[in-house]
């Protein structure tokens, strides 16, 4: 189900830079790990890089050390901070949310996409 916000897609030059925020409905009980995910053309969407509420991150080994993700917990926000980027970096972008909507009702949440297009 698509209740996730993405914005800050774009076309950008190797080397450069784009920050991806995503946002969560305001109204959700709680919102426990959040991740990015992208999907090359033609290939399966795969995992990048995971938060907990608690703000431990994890990384695909690709982008380790050129991608930050963060979150807000006061504004149900993460962002993917993305750096020297490469034109490999080409795909659409997702974020992923598993929210629970009271105590005991745990959905996963997911963005629409954006994409990102890096080339010369």
């Known amino acids: 189900q698509v209740h996730l916000v993405e914005s800050g897609g774009g076309v950008v030059h190797p080397g450069g830079s784009l920050r991806l925020p995503c946002a969560a409905p305001?109204?959700?009980?709680?919102?426990?790990?959040m991740a990015w995910y992208r999907r090359e053309r033609g290939k399966q969407r795969e995992l990048i890089a995971t938060?907990?509420?608690?703000?431990?991150?994890n990384y695909e080994d690709s982008v380790k050390g050129r991608f930050t993700i963060y979150r807000d917990n006061a504004k149900n926000m993460v962002y993917l901070q993305m750096m020297r980027l490469k034109p490999e970096d080409t795909a659409v972008y997702y974020c992923?949310?598993?929210?629970?909507?009271?105590?005991?009702?745990?959905?996963?949440?997911w963005g629409q996409g954006t994409q990102v297009t890096v080339f010369s």
């Open positions: 992923h949310a598993d929210v629970q909507t009271g105590p005991n009702d745990k959905y996963e949440y």
């Open positions: 938060i907990t509420n608690g703000g431990i991150a």
């Open positions: 305001g109204d959700i009980f709680k919102i426990n790990d």
